[in-house]
């Protein structure tokens, strides 16, 4: 039995512990905001923050010749980024990048920041911002083929090797043979070293459909084609840095998200033509 005066004893320490804890919880929020102040702060004092961006990305971001400029969604995405961390006090420089040269860059610290439809992943040396625009997956077929996913019951399907949808499970199995798998459909799966490749094999009938983002089947697909209307496999697409930047990168990423409270997100999408398929992850 605990005596009296050790339960006087006992209780304000309890009280103590508690009110400790709870200062530790409030305070939390504000010191991982210090945190990411810091490292903007940090970012500000260096002489120039280089940018990758690409150039053949359609509307996502492509090279004006005449302007010599970036232009795109993308584009727009990272200068109001830029602005509402910076104003104006800070010197950007972009680099033309492609998607392999984008990543080696920022492992090597070439880069600071880099767009280019980038999709997180375990990659190291690379830290990666919540994603401003979820893409969605399709399939491409030949017009008059077939008007429903419903239709590849037995067909042949090309991928592009590296893309979203051939990334794979422990089990070896990719994300489009595990969406089939939903609906029980059966189909080949043919793997090709690019979407011109994958596109080519669809118009010579060597296979029936091609599987990517609505965003390369946009940029790929030639007349004659259409894109199914089913969309599945979100994929988001996030802002790199470099790993040292990490809390950084954080910071973008609460950018992104006022971005996407206050209509400026949806506004740029507007402009640049493009939809987001954020609902697929919510559903």
Not at 90 to 119: H, P
Request: glycine fraction near 6%; aromatic fraction near 8%; proline fraction near 2%.
């Amino acid at each position: 039995m605990i005596k009296r005066k050790h339960i006087k004893i006992i209780a304000p320490i309890l009280a103590a512990v508690i009110i400790i804890v709870g200062i530790i919880l409030l305070t939390a929020p504000a010191r991982e905001l210090s945190a990411k102040q810091k490292a903007v702060e940090a970012v500000s004092q260096m002489d120039i923050l280089s940018i990758g961006l690409r150039p053949d990305l359609g509307a996502l971001s492509t090279y004006n010749t005449d302007t010599q400029e970036f232009e795109g969604f993308e584009k727009d995405v990272i200068d109001e980024v830029m602005a509402r961390l910076f104003g104006e006090n800070m010197l950007v420089t972009y680099v033309n990048v492609n998607s392999k040269t984008k990543d080696a860059q920022i492992k090597t610290g070439e880069l600071d920041i880099a767009l280019g439809a980038s999709i997180a992943s375990d990659a190291t040396l690379i830290a990666y911002s919540e994603p401003f625009l979820t893409d969605g997956s399709a399939f491409l077929v030949k017009q008059g083929k077939m008007t429903s996913q419903k239709a590849l019951m037995g067909s042949k399907i090309a991928i592009v090797q590296e893309s979203y949808v051939s990334r794979e499970n422990e089990d070896d199995v990719s994300k489009l043979e595990e969406y089939l798998a939903e609906f029980n459909i059966s189909a080949q799966i043919q793997v090709y070293a690019s979407y011109p490749e994958a596109v080519d094999a669809l118009e010579g009938g060597h296979v029936d459909a091609v599987c990517a983002s609505e965003l390369y089947l946009k940029l790929f697909g030639k007349r004659g084609m259409l894109i199914l209307p089913e969309r599945f496999l979100p994929q988001g697409y996030c802002i790199e840095t470099r790993q040292s930047l990490t809390t950084f990168c954080a910071a973008i990423g609460d950018v992104i998200e006022e971005m996407k409270q206050d209509g400026t997100m949806e506004a740029l999408l507007d402009i640049w033509g493009l939809s987001d398929y954020n609902a697929l992850i919510e559903s």
